[in-house]
């Protein structure tokens, strides 16, 4: 158990009595250790997309701080790609990896084991045909180096979703460290629930249009 309350409150950036709330009413994972309270951070990585309301908006609002995440960018850098081909999750991921730019400190067979290592502890869809791949752990340090794919599938592939669908658009992410991976998962996870985002995953709309929208969208959560 890596995270404590006090992490809790700086990764999340919602005050004591919030956490202790969450913990009261059961609607955060935590263990009881030696009198303490204490958090798993893949537990809490989960519990970012699976509640997704509550959540984003404290989240989404980290850009009020010093070390704002602009989903614009991190998309721009990394691209939208179409096309992705395979007949197994591990076979998607590899292509996926092979498409996109990723930076030049790490190698590509690197991120791969890593996504894979992260996929089979858990799947990483979150339902409505998206799935998230990503690290476990950030496996880059440099900011700069840090960005959001989005690889659209050439045939839907089945990544045991709890809805049940099979997945058609990835979101893979790398980032550089806990607390920006867990806005840009709730940032996603935010978007998804956008059926007028969701329509234009599966329309496998181009790069300009899918960034048109996301830069109106932080407009919003700005305001």
């Excluded at 669908?165 to 990835?170: G, R, S, Y």
Aim: hydrophobic share 40%; with cysteine; glycine share 4%.
């Amino acid at each position: 158990m890596d995270l404590k309350i006090k992490d809790i409150v700086e990764l999340l950036q919602v005050n004591e009595k919030t956490v202790y709330r969450w913990i009261k009413d059961k609607k955060i994972p935590c263990y009881r250790i030696n009198h303490q309270y204490r958090f798993n951070r893949l537990e809490i990585n989960e519990w970012i997309l699976s509640n997704k309301i509550e959540l984003s908006s404290h989240v989404l609002n980290l850009s009020a701080g010093n070390r704002t995440t602009n989903f614009y960018d991190l998309l721009k850098s990394g691209g939208v790609y179409s096309g992705i081909t395979g007949n197994s999750v591990k076979e998607i991921l590899s292509s996926a990896i092979n498409t996109i730019s990723t930076p030049k400190g790490i190698s590509k067979d690197e991120i791969l084991s890593a996504l894979l290592s992260r996929e089979e502890m858990m799947t990483t869809a979150i339902g409505r045909g998206i799935a998230i791949p990503h690290p476990r752990n950030p496996i880059i340090t440099d900011v700069t180096d840090a960005s959001v794919s989005i690889c659209y599938l050439q045939n839907q592939m089945d990544f045991k979703a709890l809805d049940k669908e099979t997945v058609h658009t990835l979101f893979i992410v790398i980032t550089n460290n806990p607390r920006r991976h867990l806005e840009v998962l709730s940032k996603i996870s935010f978007l998804c629930q956008q059926d007028s985002f969701i329509e234009m995953l599966k329309a496998q709309s181009p790069k300009d249009e899918i960034l048109n929208f996301i830069e109106a969208k932080e407009l919003e959560w700005k305001n």
